[in-house]
């Protein structure tokens, strides 16, 4: 009897199983075509991600998604979160400090109470305790939605640095919002006394969290006999811990992955401290954060039709109205809350914040007109319960659903489809604290040469008389500084055009093309092995890498 009940059951869980993987694969390879597909048409992919995402789920016959909040929570935004606190530099991070923690924390909550009191006296029944719900899920802009629309964007980097600083950390306090707005609807009571000091306490508990297990892999990346595979699955490992740890605690685990992604990103030239290991857990991230980034946008636009099925008693026009109104509320709210940050320090007498080429208003628009919701807005209203604690429905969920995917549709797309042409508008110039990126690569190159003749000339000064190949090395260094400096004095030169730099890329490409038909050539001569010429071949990727990377491709 139980063999039989063992047969039966195996081939059912098998057909589940390989159900869901096909679904999986095909939503994969749906996100590469459109993904490909929004190249051509050069709409920014989440975008097109979202909307084909909506126009998909209403095809006949299309198996309906249902997304689970603690799959989002678990799975994609500790990576997600954790990839771009690795990418953001920490000096320029601290150093526009005030006015990312005015926009995370400040903004948050002006939004969330601003949304509360129109959404109370608006919505028939709607309490200013959901009102305050609804403002945490919807008030933070996304830190995906935000790097995703801005990596194809030409805007100031110390705008980006704003944006992606303030869309890191602002998911911590508007969910420690939503936590408190739900727990005041599930029980009735609420203190503001006692949510003010739980959010700190939830926000440096994550903190601590974050950095206790960084230092721990620290430890594990810098002093144990790790590999290159080894470091780069530790790395896919660490954002979990830290998510996972901070939650089991009731603290914060986005605080908790941002701050220990941060701590480990500053210390990365010690715990990858071998090239192997950055090529590799370099090319791992680049590739789980677009599969995870696209299945993220498509799968916010496969959810709305399960969205408007549960919508119930409302219909989907005054559904439509309020996310349209709430929309307003929360792009009005931004755009009123970024001017003072810019005009208030320089009104208290701060002229360091003047900008001689730029009038004092066209940050701010920027600014305020990239607030771009994404998942985490729509994972938090997924999560509300569908019961409150004495068993009755929790009231007016489904309709904060639909208000919830109204504003991601609202502000990702149309300000985010916008924002190009406010950019061109603004005509921001751009004042940088660095050279031009490839004034700083030939700077860097001469002092990393220096360098190197230096501990020649002071260790090995016996060894590059007597021994050949070392003499060698010091001689072509020589050789290298004079080349690198005369190359810096023309990119400095004032008569050097963009024109001039732009074909001497067009040159070396064409040459390492030359080069890369050469090594198949050799590769068909069977003279050397594959594995000397692959390794010639990625030395030539990585010289092609250099000049597409610096011209944004």
């Known amino acids: 009897m139980h063999l039989l009940f063992l047969v039966r059951f195996i081939p059912e869980t098998v057909t589940r199983m390989l159900n869901t993987l096909l679904l999986i694969l095909v939503l994969l390879f749906a996100v590469f075509l459109l993904i490909m597909l929004g190249q051509k048409l050069k709409i920014s992919y989440p975008i097109f991600l979202v909307l084909a995402g909506l126009a998909i789920g209403f095809i006949p016959g299309i198996p309906r998604i249902t997304i689970e909040p603690e799959l989002i929570f678990l799975i994609f935004l500790p990576p997600l979160l954790y990839e771009a606190a690795w990418f953001t530099s920490w000096h320029e991070f601290w150093k526009w400090r005030r006015p990312i923690g005015m926009l995370a924390f400040g903004l948050v909550f002006i939004t969330s109470v601003a949304v509360a009191f129109v959404s109370n006296a608006m919505i028939p029944g709607f309490t200013l305790a959901l009102g305050f719900l609804l403002g945490g899920i919807i008030s933070p802009p996304d830190a995906v939605a935000a790097g995703s629309v801005l990596r194809h964007i030409k805007v100031s980097k110390r705008l ?29 009571q609420f203190s503001m006394g006692q949510a003010t000091g739980q959010f700190f306490l939830v926000s440096g508990m994550g903190i601590v969290i974050g950095l206790a297990i960084a230092c721990i892999m620290y430890a594990v990346h810098r002093y144990l006999p790790t590999t290159a595979s080894i470091n780069a699955t530790l790395t896919l490992m660490t954002p979990y811990f830290m998510y996972i740890a901070a939650e089991h605690f009731h603290y914060s685990g986005v605080m908790a992955v941002v701050s220990g992604g941060l701590f480990l990103s500053y210390r990365s030239h010690q715990i990858l401290s071998h090239s192997d290991s950055r090529m590799q857990a370099y090319s791992v991230w680049a590739t789980v954060a677009f599969v995870l980034n696209g299945l993220v946008f498509i799968l916010i636009g496969l959810e709305l039709p399960e969205i408007i099925d549960g919508l119930g008693d409302y219909s989907i026009g005054d559904g439509i ?7 307003a509320i929360a792009i009005i709210v931004r755009l009123l809350w970024v001017f003072p940050i810019a005009y208030v320090p320089v009104w208290l007498g701060n002229r360091k914040r003047m900008d001689p080429l730029n009038p004092l208003w066209k940050g701010p628009t920027i600014i305020g007109w990239a607030g771009m919701r994404g998942v985490v807005s729509l994972a938090s209203a997924l999560s509300i319960p569908l019961l409150l604690s004495n068993g009755s429905p929790f009231p007016h969920r489904n ?12 502000t990702l797309v149309f300000q985010g489809l916008t924002l190009p042409l406010v950019i061109k508008w603004v005509k921001m110039k751009e004042i940088e604290d660095f050279a031009p990126a490839h004034e700083q690569e030939a700077a860097i190159k001469i002092r990393l040469m220096q360098a190197g003749l230096k501990r020649l000339e002071e260790q090995y000064a016996f060894e590059a008389e007597d021994n050949e190949l070392v003499g060698f090395l010091k001689n072509q260094l020589d050789h290298d500084v004079v080349i690198s400096q005369q190359r810096l004095d023309s990119l400095e030169c004032d008569t050097t055009m963009q024109e001039e730099i732009e074909l001497y890329h067009a040159v070396l490409l064409d040459i390492y093309a030359i080069q890369r038909l050469e090594l198949h050539k050799l590769r068909t001569e069977k003279q050397f092995s594959d594995e000397e010429i692959r390794r010639q071949e990625n030395q030539l990727d990585f010289e092609e890498a250099k000049i597409l990377g610096g011209n944004g491709h």
């Open 399 to 410: 309709l904060i659903l639909f208000i919830t995917f109204i504003v991601i549709l609202v």
């Open 321 to 327: 109205k309020y996310g349209l109104i709430i929309s």
């Open 160 to 188: 980006t640095t704003i944006l992606e600083g303030e869309s890191l950390i602002n998911d911590a306090s508007s969910l420690i919002v939503f936590r408190f707005a739900l727990a005041a609807v599930l029980t009735g």
